[in-house]
């Protein structure tokens, strides 16, 4: 018998087009995530592209076989308990909390059987997120970049700049709950080579044009912007005005100096993100947060090619 070769492409096709047809169309049900986040939905654009791609490393594509539920907090953290719990509500299969400390405390007490997967930059134990980094334990786990341990380096960096420093101002936004302890790991490594930490607290925009006002009457010798998910929110306005003042600035990331920003030193946010897609995809694959070990990303360097003039005092 014959088979005509027309009708074995079309069979062709149309299995394919099966794969690709969302699971909804086809009677099957539709796993949701809740995407939990400090941040604002433009600025973090990128972070959303890369969480994407770690999901769609175990096949799971937006729109297709799994719906994506977001919540954003605008910087305003403390929106994000009643955020999360609308996502708890709403029976989301896994709630990847991000943006920051915030929105994996706000999630974890939102839910002790849901899935959470975090992104964030201080210490998960020590928040009592995970029992231990070996062994999260409960329903949480997550990526963490460990900012505080970056401290000494960011200053020693920013000294080799400024060589006579004596005092770095350090912005930070006081409602961040990781900011406490990363202060403290900032004047810890700034004793041990002479140096006197001003705090500049922000945490609106009008505050961070009052924080650099302050910044240019005092004319510390630099500074130093925490590592906070609203502040990288806001790199375009932070390097435009340490850029306008001629402050050097060490950034906690990459995107500031993207923005126009002179030097940083910590890690990549979008591969982050990526691995939080990659663990939200295998948690709905059936792997359980307690087989997966939070995730520690590590350093990276970038520095503005623009020229700069740094700040002297008047």
């Known amino acids: 018998m014959q088979f005509d070769p027309k009708r074995r492409e079309f069979i062709t096709l149309l299995g394919g087009a099966a794969v690709a047809w969302p699971l909804a169309a086809r009677g099957e049900q539709v796993p949701v995530v ?22 769609g490393e175990f096949g799971y594509i ?16 403390d929106r994000l308990p009643a955020l999360a719990a609308e996502l708890v509500a709403r029976q989301v299969a896994v709630i990847a909390a991000t943006g920051g400390e915030a929105s994996g405390l706000a999630a974890k007490a939102a839910t002790a059987t849901i899935p959470i997967v975090f992104t964030m930059g201080g210490d998960p134990v020590e928040l009592g997120l995970v029992v231990s980094l070996n062994k999260p334990g409960g329903n949480v786990t997550g990526v963490t970049f460990i900012v505080g341990d970056i401290a000494t380096k960011r200053l020693g960096l920013l000294r080799q700049l400024v060589p006579n420093a004596t005092t770095i101002a350090m912005l930070v936004n006081p409602n961040y709950p990781a900011t406490s302890a990363e202060v403290r790991d900032v004047q810890a490594a700034a004793r041990t080579i002479g140096l006197e930490i001003d705090l500049l607290p922000a945490s609106t925009s009008r505050e961070i044009d009052a924080a650099l006002t302050t910044f240019v009457r005092k004319r510390p010798d630099a500074l130093f912007v925490g590592g906070d998910p609203f502040l990288l929110g806001q790199r375009d306005q932070i390097a435009s005005l340490a850029a306008h003042h001629a402050v050097p600035t060490t950034y906690p990331q990459r995107e500031y100096v993207d923005a126009g920003g002179l030097m940083s030193y910590g890690t990549s946010v979008p591969k982050g993100y990526r691995q939080a897609g990659v663990y939200t995809g295998r948690i709905l694959r059936g792997a359980k947060p307690a087989e997966l070990p939070p995730y520690l990303r590590s350093t990276s360097a970038k520095r503005s090619a623009a020229a700069f003039s740094p700040a002297t005092k008047g």
């Open 34 to 55: 809740g995407f939990l986040s400090g941040r604002s939905p433009g600025e973090a654009a990128s972070a959303v592209d890369a969480f994407r791609q770690g999901l």
């Open 62 to 77: 937006e729109g297709q076989n799994v719906t994506i539920e977001y919540r954003w907090a605008e910087g305003h953290y």
